[in-house]
């Protein structure tokens, strides 16, 4: 069975690797669309930290990873799913529901997200405790 799923996966964490072990779960070959960083410029309006090829690198070199693409277009779901000859479509329940249309060619997945972490709570951290380290240095002056 041939599993795909889609993500930007910027400064991979926890969350993303624990999607990626159940998505396998689900299947014995596993395809992860990559977005684009022109996609997330477009979805986010901003460019992510690490370059698509750097995401690329990165998601291909998880141990359940078996294939990456580019995935250029939230549009193109249909084709990328037809042309991968996927059996199951997985998202974390963040998309529950927008991706049911693709009922019809494949098996539609929600996993639950997991808790508490996300790009944008980890870039939070690093402002903060980089502000706190500027407090903590013009303290000692
Ligand atoms: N995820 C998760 N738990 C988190 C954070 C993310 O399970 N704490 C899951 C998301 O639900 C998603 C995958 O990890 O299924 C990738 O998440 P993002 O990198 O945030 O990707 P996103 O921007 O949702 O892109 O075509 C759809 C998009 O490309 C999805």
Given at each position: ?141
């Amino acid at each position: 069975m041939k599993v795909i799923t889609f993500g930007t996966f910027d400064m991979p964490h926890i969350g993303h690797v624990k999607i990626l072990n159940r998505a396998k779960e689900l299947g014995d070959h596993l395809i992860v669309g990559v977005s684009s960083d022109d996609l997330n410029l477009f979805k986010k309006g901003r460019k992510p930290i690490y370059s698509q090829d750097e995401r690329m690198f990165l998601i291909n070199s998880f141990k359940g990873v078996d294939q990456v693409f580019l995935e250029e277009s939230l549009e193109l779901k249909r084709e990328y799913i037809l042309n991968y000859k996927a059996d199951i479509l997985v998202m974390g329940d963040d998309w529950k529901g927008k991706f049911d249309e693709f009922s019809d060619i494949c098996q539609v997945v929600y996993l639950p997200r997991t808790p508490s972490i996300s790009t944008t709570s980890v870039i939070e951290v690093v402002k903060t405790n980089h502000f706190d380290q500027e407090e903590l240095t013009s303290q000692k002056n």
